[in-house]
T-cell receptor, first 115, second 114 residues
Framework: AQTVTQSQPEMSVQEAETVTLSCTYDTSESDYYLFWYKQPPSRQMILVIRQEAYKQQNATENRFSVNFQKAAKSFSLKISDSQLGDAAMYFCAYISGAGSYQLTFGKGTKLSVIP | DSGVTQTPKHLITATGQRVTLRCSPRSGDLSVYWYQQSLDQGLQFLIQYYNGEERAKGNILERFSAQQFPDLHSELNLSSLELGDSALYFC?????????????FGPGTRLTVL
């Protein structure tokens, strides 16, 4: 079974600074996708960024980018120019490209942004 | 607003009771997913439906069941409730249920079992 590990339960960053959230996963599959979801205090789950495992190029969405290291099974999220609205729980998630289409989530990292 | 609606927002009930949670997917989405978020278990996938048929099953208890109706809305039925079933239950929908499809999450139903 696939597992997703987020080793940082909590992190903080100064406003306008850059922060990196870590995620590692374990799988024997070659076809899969990785996601970062944000859950603000409102509890709404919001997709931040996604990455196809077969793509070597790291995904980027505005201030959010990932560092995808397939051999190391690592998928970190970098938030640049942090804003107060970035404060939330961040979940790393994995989905197999074949068979079951269920998202497997990590335990999450709580990000605080200091003004 | 993701376009996915869930009712009710909050539900308080007693142990042993049965409840039904409802989800309406985004317009045009054929696939519906149910997730449970609790403090001790985190976010767990329960079940997926695609165009009315069950497609994948996760850590769903036998006391729980779900279905997707012809109009594509879905219901999650929880019976013989226990204290440990208290959690936030999310419904998500996606266009075709493929792995890479973005899953759009609803606001969740907060279930409290007393």
């Amino acid at each position: 079974a696939q597992t997703v590990t987020q080793s940082q339960p909590e992190m903080s960053v100064q406003e306008a600074e850059t922060v990196t959230l870590s995620c590692t996963y374990d799988t024997s599959e070659s076809d899969y996708y990785l996601f970062w979801y944000k859950q603000p205090p409102s509890r709404q789950m919001i997709l931040v960024i996604r990455q196809e495992a077969y793509k070597q190029q790291n995904a980027t969405e505005n201030r959010f980018s990932v560092n995808f290291q397939k051999a190391a099974k690592s998928f970190s999220l970098k938030i640049s120019d942090s804003q107060l609205g970035d404060a939330a729980m961040y979940f790393c998630a994995y989905i197999s490209g074949a068979g079951s289409y269920q998202l497997t989530f990590g335990k999450g990292t709580k990000l605080s942004v200091i003004p | 607003d993701s376009g996915v609606t869930q009712t009710p927002k909050h539900l308080i009930t007693a142990t042993g009771q049965r409840v039904t949670l409802r989800c309406s997917p985004r317009s045009g989405d054929l696939s519906v997913y149910w997730y449970q978020q609790s403090l001790d278990q985190g976010l767990q996938f329960l079940i997926q439906y695609y165009n009315g048929e069950e497609r994948a099953k996760g850590n769903i208890l036998e006391r729980f069941s779900a279905q997707q109706f012809p109009d594509l809305h879905s219901e999650l039925n929880l019976s013989s409730l226990e204290l440990g079933d208290s959690a936030l239950y999310f419904c998500a929908s996606s266009a075709s249920g493929r792995a890479f499809d973005e899953q759009f999450f609803g606001p969740g139903t907060r279930l409290t079992v007393l």
